[in-house]
Every structure is written in C-alpha cells, then in structure tokens.
C-alpha cells in the first residue's frame, strides 16, 4: 500500500509499518513542513517529500518564502511540488495572492518535470473555488499532477484528467453524506486513481473524528475497491502503480 499524502510531521507518532506502507508522500505545505518533510524522507527510505506553499499559507508569499522554497525543492528526495492550490472555505489570504501562489508553483513543477499537489476547498455549496483552480489549471497546461482529496467537482475534474491528472481519494470518500465524492470515484479512470489519507486530518470510517494515520489508507482502499467490484488486492495494485507512475518512486 502506498499513502500518497500525507503530514507525517504534523504526527506525534508517525506509525512507518515499513511492511504495510511501501512507500508514504510527505506534503511539504510550507517552508518549515518542507524542511521536516525532507528530514523524514532523509531518514525513512519508505518515505518522499514533496515541496510547497499551501493555499491557507500564502499570506508567507514573498521573494524570500520562493527562494526558500526553491532551495528545498531541488533535493533529492522531492518527488512533487505542493501542496498548492486554493482555499476559499478558509479564506486566509486574498484570492489574488492564492492564485499567485499556485500560478508561481505550476511554474516550478513544470521547470523541474515533477507532480503537483493541488488542494481544492470551496465554500459550503459553492464552486467558485473549483472552478478558479480549473481555470488556472488550463492557463498553466502543465501536465504532472494530483487533485488531491477529490472534492468531486465534475469540472475540476474533468479538467484534470484531461490534462492528465491522477485523482487521489481520501477518507472522507467513505463518510455517508459524500455522495459527490463517491459519484466521481465510480467513474474517473482506474489508470487515474489515487488513495491517501492528510494524516492526521480525515480518519476514515470507523475510525472519523479521530486523528489519523497512514495505516488507515486501508479503509479507504477497501471502499473504493468495493465501488469498483475490485477485489482488496487489486485495487491496492492499481493504485500503488499509479502512485509510483505518479511520482516516478
Ligand atoms: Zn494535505
């Protein structure tokens, strides 16, 4: 099984099971995540760090921040740039800075040929989010990435599968009121799919309103294979093969 996001860091403690996980992304969401993203990934072989500044953080935009950022992101353990994207659930920096941001980091991961991680969070029943992060998406035309924690919006997705995209699915796929969640997992290509968990956000079901970790991506697995009429180990085929395509671990 592979995570393929993940905040290990944000973890008290990080459960590596080495002979469950084969391989875990760790998301770098700003410069300080990045560094200790990169220190895990340093000392674990099982584990990758990606390198970015998320959208609920760019109000640390600036000369300095990029430099910093671009420093960590030439290691040799960075497999992806992120996690990127926009909020506008949070709203914690201007829109115009969220796009600057994410239009700054589509621009790295295309110089550099690596993946990148996009959050998308919309407002509750709402789109505006979706539909600017598609929207940027297309202007850049970069190629390599991941929607990550798909939100189920048909456009955005679209969008980027078109591009060429995978689409990673989180524990909130298995929560009873996600039914646009599960809609999408139902028909977004298996060559395309993706599991996580965001440990330590997301516990999916039995274990939500816990903390999670990467172990749990079991759960989701399972209930994506059971949307699928996959078996258990197919499914766990599938997407460890899109992940290490993905990232190119
Ligand atoms: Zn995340």
Same mark, same amino acid.
């Given at each position: 099984m +592979?995570?393929?996001?993940?905040?290990?860091?944000?973890?008290?403690?990080?459960? *590596?099971?080495?002979?469950?996980?084969?391989?875990?992304?760790c998301?770098?969401?700003?410069?300080?995540?990045?560094?200790?993203?990169?220190?895990?990934?340093?000392?674990?072989?099982?584990? %990758?760090?990606?390198?970015?500044?998320?959208?609920?953080?760019? *109000?640390?935009?600036?000369?300095?921040?990029?430099?910093?950022?671009? !420093? *960590?992101?030439?290691?040799?353990?960075?497999?992806?740039?992120?996690?990127?994207?926009?909020?506008?659930?949070w709203?914690?920096?201007?829109?115009?800075?969220?796009?600057?941001?994410?239009e700054?980091?589509?621009?790295?991961?295309r110089?550099r040929?690596?993946?990148?991680?996009?959050?998308?969070?919309?407002?509750?029943?709402q789109?505006?989010?979706?539909?600017?992060?598609?929207?940027?998406?297309?202007?850049?035309?970069?190629s390599?990435? +991941?929607?990550?924690?798909?939100?189920?919006?048909?456009?955005?997705?679209?969008?980027g599968?078109?591009?060429?995209? %995978?689409?990673?699915?989180?524990g909130?796929?298995?929560?009873?009121?996600?039914?646009?969640?599960?809609?999408?997992?139902?028909?977004?290509?298996?060559?395309?799919?993706?599991?996580?968990?965001?440990?330590?956000?997301? !516990?999916?079901?039995?274990?939500?309103?816990?903390?999670?970790?990467? /172990?749990?991506?079991?759960?989701?697995?399972?209930?994506?294979?059971?949307?699928?009429?996959? /078996?258990?180990?197919?499914?766990?085929?599938?997407?460890?093969?899109?992940?290490?395509?993905?990232?190119?671990?």
């Amino acid at each position: 099984m +592979i995570d393929s996001h993940c905040h290990l860091d944000y973890l008290e403690n990080p459960d *590596l099971e080495p002979p469950l996980l084969t391989a875990l992304v760790c998301i770098g969401a700003n410069v300080e995540h990045a560094r200790a993203s990169i220190a895990l990934a340093e000392r674990f072989e099982n584990v %990758y760090a990606t390198v970015g500044l998320h959208p609920t953080d760019t *109000l640390e935009d600036s000369p300095n921040t990029r430099a910093e950022l671009e !420093a *960590l992101m030439s290691h040799p353990r960075v497999v992806g740039i992120g996690e990127s994207g926009l909020d506008y659930y949070w709203d914690a920096a201007p829109q115009e800075v969220q796009i600057s941001a994410f239009e700054w980091q589509l621009e790295q991961a295309r110089e550099r040929n690596l993946p990148i991680v996009i959050h998308t969070r919309d407002k509750q029943n709402q789109e505006a989010c979706s539909l600017d992060c598609a929207d940027t998406l297309e202007r850049a035309g970069w190629s390599r990435g +991941i929607l990550h924690c798909c939100n189920g919006h048909v456009k955005l997705i679209e969008t980027g599968l078109e591009l060429g995209f %995978y689409i990673s699915f989180a524990g909130n796929l298995t929560y009873k009121n996600a039914t646009a969640v599960q809609e999408a997992a139902r028909w977004v290509p298996l060559e395309r799919l993706l599991v996580e968990t965001d440990a330590p956000f997301l !516990a999916p079901m039995p274990h939500r309103g816990k903390p999670n970790k990467p /172990s749990l991506v079991r759960h989701t697995l399972e209930f994506l294979a059971g949307l699928r009429g996959l /078996s258990f180990e197919e499914m766990e085929r599938v997407t460890d093969e899109n992940a290490r395509a993905c990232f190119e671990i």
